[in-house]
């Protein structure tokens, strides 16, 4: 299991942040690059910014969550299956 650095997380997805990407990319990208495997895919994530657009779930929250289910998830149907 690839470990994450949250103090690095956190200054990496700021910076992101204030170069442009929105609040859901730039958390996302910040996890990714500590934990995910290959170019991430934030396309995923633009929609998600500014609470969906509607400010109400936060981007940052479903940027991470995102992250982290990319980098920890299950692959197949057959592993444990959390929620739902």
């Given at each position: 299991?690839?470990?994450?650095?949250?103090?690095?997380?956190?200054k990496?997805?700021?910076?992101?942040?204030?170069?442009?990407?929105?609040?859901?990319?730039?958390?996302?990208?910040?996890?990714?690059?500590?934990?995910?495997?290959?170019e991430?895919?934030?396309?995923?994530?633009?929609?998600?910014?500014?609470?969906?657009?509607?400010?109400?779930?936060?981007?940052?929250?479903?940027?991470?969550?995102?992250?982290?289910?990319?980098?920890?998830?299950?692959?197949?149907?057959?592993?444990?299956?959390?929620?739902?």
């Amino acid at each position: 299991m690839r470990a994450i650095d949250p103090m690095s997380a956190v200054k990496r997805g700021d910076e992101l942040f204030h170069s442009g990407w929105n609040c859901a990319e730039s958390v996302f990208v910040a996890i990714h690059e500590q934990a995910g495997e290959g170019e991430a895919p934030v396309q995923l994530l633009t929609a998600l910014g500014g609470g969906m657009g509607c400010k109400r779930t936060c981007g940052a929250l479903s940027g991470a969550t995102v992250a982290l289910g990319i980098a920890y998830g299950r692959t197949s149907s057959k592993g444990i299956r959390v929620g739902g």
